[in-house]
């Protein structure tokens, strides 16, 4: 574990637009005035006429990119979750889902790992935002490969989708070979006492939460459950059946978020035990990601507690 | 014509405010110094000659109120309150630190701050309902928002220009820091907002144009808005982002980005600042 390398999920963004931007002459990109941040930047110096900065108006480049994608470009808004999934929320809503626009939102500064920027600027409420909207496909990758397929995943399909990425460096666990198939879990480790459901990059907190698992003789199962919507039915009722358990693990309000999606599945299938660790209804705050991570309850320890604590609630 | 010893005085208070704003950035590694520095003279003619309030009782009902809409500008507002009373000077060593009250962007948990802020172009809607508010209890308490230029990219910004215009809220007075930078680079660039005066006076608002660095024009500029009747003011402030530290002015990279301590400790020497600032 311990060669183990680190980079950012909204790198994964950036490059990947560089290399779908090569493919695809329809793809343009969309910022607004947070372009180096976002990534986009590196989009924007290889292609400069197919990037367009917006400035500081968020709800007028959702619809310009509407606009765009009614006469068949496939536009990238770039910049921070909380301004667009939040922000310009009515007119991802009314305009692009509901006439099913071929816009494409890369929500950036996901999470509380934003650190020192503090509560204003730590999307945690995008992925409930953006999940209620019909026709949205909702990603939220777990490391730096992930989000490239996701990005390039996103480029050919046609239809709105939302991909959230973080500022900080995160492990990356997964590998280039690795399948990304949109709405499919990706079964990381197997087990049966108990399933932990991650989305995003704290992935890496729930592999070292199963290791602990694993040495108190608790046998974890862990999948990555990258796509939020659709949410991977299939995996979810299989993993309640088989182990009984389920933890989900989100960089989020555990309020309408990932967690709430599986929960809304788990209660029609196969209704078992759950707890979610995530954020508790709460803002977030200013601080390193590791102090914040403590204080909100997101690393492997957190997880193991909960997990036993769901183990203690598990029938027969 | 300004009291040229308050003039004085007042300059002295700003280059202590900028040594504030570098210390307490030298403290957090992060943070933003530019619209900081910009803002400094303006902010400082605001709180310490303009303004009515109460330090010690921030909750007084005759205060003046002031929203800072460009949130971002923390290492400038503390330093402000800090100057004023509202908190300990040593607190802005905690500045964007777990668990303190100075938060990367200003929130209510810090005395001295109305409501919290930092999603540019939210600022000017609330003021003009704060403004409407206290017209209708016939209070004469007057209301300050600070706003960054290329925040007036958002349309919500114009919106709230188009209500505070409408409503002829006389008791607002708008400053707004012209550095002409945001973060992508100029303005002009970005996304042009020229004639900018012009657009505002469009909007039924008595706009002053002033040097936002010369004191005394701060200082008359702020004493001519409580004067204007009918309308509300905007005082535009041609200033420069960064302005103090030669290195960080017209610097759009300086934008979002804290200097390394010894930048910092550059920065206090060009700034001349006392020997205490260099604690860390
Ligand atoms: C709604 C929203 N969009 C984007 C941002 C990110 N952001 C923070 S400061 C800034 C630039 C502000 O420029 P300006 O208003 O000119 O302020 P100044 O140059 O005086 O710092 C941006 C885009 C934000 N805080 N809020």
Redesign the interface.
């Known amino acids: 574990m311990s060669e183990i390398k680190w980079k950012a999920t909204r790198d994964g963004y950036g490059d990947a637009l560089v290399e779908m931007g090569a493919q695809d002459e329809r793809i343009v990109v969309l910022?607004a005035?947070?372009?180096?941040?976002t990534r986009a930047l590196w989009f924007a110096q290889k292609y400069p006429d197919r990037f367009f900065?917006?400035?500081?108006?968020e709800?007028?480049m959702l619809n310009a990119a509407a606009g765009l994608a009614m006469v068949g470009k496939i536009p990238w808004v770039s910049t921070y979750g909380?301004?667009v999934a939040?922000?310009a929320w009515d007119q991802i809503r009314t305009t692009t889902c509901y006439s099913n626009l071929n816009v494409k939102i890369g929500g950036a500064h996901g999470g509380i790992s934003v650190?020192?920027?503090?509560?204003?600027?730590q999307a945690l409420e995008d992925v409930a935002t953006m999940r209620v909207l019909p026709n949205m496909t909702v990603i939220v990758p777990a490391d730096y490969y992930e989000t490239k397929k996701a990005v390039i995943w996103a480029c050919k399909h046609v239809g709105p989708v939302y991909v959230r990425f973080g500022r900080e460096p995160v492990p990356i666990v997964t590998k280039p070979e690795d399948p990304f198939i949109m709405g499919k879990a990706n079964l990381i480790n197997d087990g049966t006492d108990v399933t932990i459901m991650n989305n995003g990059p704290v992935l890496w907190e729930c592999m070292k939460a199963v290791q602990t698992l694993k040495e108190k003789g608790i046998s974890a199962r862990l999948l990555n459950m990258h796509t939020v919507k659709p949410i991977d039915r299939e995996a979810i009722a299989k993993a309640a059946r088989e182990t009984g358990a389920i933890v989900t693990v989100e960089e989020h309000q555990v309020m309408g978020g990932f967690g709430s999606a599986v929960a809304e599945v788990v209660v029609q299938t196969y209704p078992v035990p759950m707890r979610f660790i995530g954020i508790q209804d709460r803002f977030g705050?200013?601080?390193?990601p590791e102090?914040?991570f403590e204080?909100f309850g997101l690393t492997a320890k957190h997880i193991v507690a909960a997990v036993e604590d769901v183990l203690k609630a598990k029938r027969g | 014509m300004v009291d040229q010893a308050k003039v004085e005085e007042l300059k002295k208070i700003a280059h202590r405010i900028r040594c504030d704003i570098i210390w307490a950035l030298a403290h957090?590694q992060?943070?933003h110094p530019g619209g900081s520095l910009s803002a400094t003279d303006i902010c400082v003619a605001l709180y310490f000659y303009a303004l009515k309030h109460d330090p010690r009782n921030c909750q007084w009902e005759g205060r003046d109120r002031v929203i800072f809409s460009k949130?971002h500008v923390s290492p400038l507002i503390f330093s402000l309150l800090a100057e004023s009373g509202y908190i300990e000077r040593s607190e802005l060593r905690t500045f964007?630190?777990?668990?303190?009250r100075l938060?990367?962007?200003p929130?209510i948990e810090c005395p001295g701050i109305e409501v919290?802020?930092?999603?540019?172009?939210q600022g000017l809607s609330i003021a003009v309902g704060v403004a409407l508010g206290l017209r209708m209890d016939g209070k004469p308490n007057r209301v300050y928002c600070i706003m960054g230029d290329?925040?007036n990219?958002?349309?919500?910004t114009w919106e709230a220009i188009m209500s505070a215009g409408h409503y002829k809220l006389d008791n607002l007075c708008v400053i707004l820091d012209n550095n002409g930078l945001?973060?992508?680079g100029w303005?002009e660039d970005?996304?042009g907002l020229q004639p900018l005066a012009d657009k505002w006076r469009a909007f039924r608002w008595h706009v002053i144009e002033i040097d936002g660095h010369d004191m005394a024009q701060c200082m008359e500029a702020l004493d001519q808005a409580k004067q204007v009747k009918g309308q509300p003011t905007v005082i535009i402030a041609k200033t420069v982002k960064g302005k103090g530290v030669s290195w960080m002015e017209n610097q759009a990279e300086w934008h979002g980005k804290a200097p390394k301590p010894d930048q910092c400790r550059e920065a206090l020497k060009e700034l001349a600042c006392p020997a205490e600032y260099f604690d860390f």
């Open positions: 910022g005035d947070l372009t180096d941040s900065d917006f400035g500081i108006a709800q007028n909380v301004f939040g922000r650190g020192q920027d503090g509560a204003t600027h705050e200013s601080g390193t102090e914040l204080e | 957090a992060s943070g949130g964007r630190k777990f668990g303190s938060q990367g962007h929130n919290g802020t930092g999603s540019l172009g290329g925040e990219q958002e349309g919500s945001q973060i992508d303005v970005v996304m």
